[in-house]
């Protein structure tokens, strides 16, 4: 059953979308860290403000998924 209101994201739209921008994040950082290591020229203050994002990014990606694996319990449980 596929809502077809316009406007209207699929909540597995916006989960997935979500979790690509993290990965996004994650991938920049780790980006920045070769470059450094190749001796571009990088500034350390980036690559520490990146790696604290994706540090962020990960712990919400997280938290999100523990919320959402439990309100999946909690429905799973409803009795009808």
Known sequence: FADKTPGV????DVLMGSFGQVNDTI??????VDEYMRGG???IHDIMIAGTRSEIATNLASR???KVIQA???VT????
């Open 27 to 32: 991938h920049h950082a780790d980006a920045l």
């Open 9 to 12: 994201q699929r909540f597995n």
């Open 77 to 80: 449980q409803i009795q009808v």
């Open 72 to 74: 999946y319990d909690r």
């Open 64 to 66: 999100t998924i523990t």
């Open 41 to 43: 020229q990088v500034d």
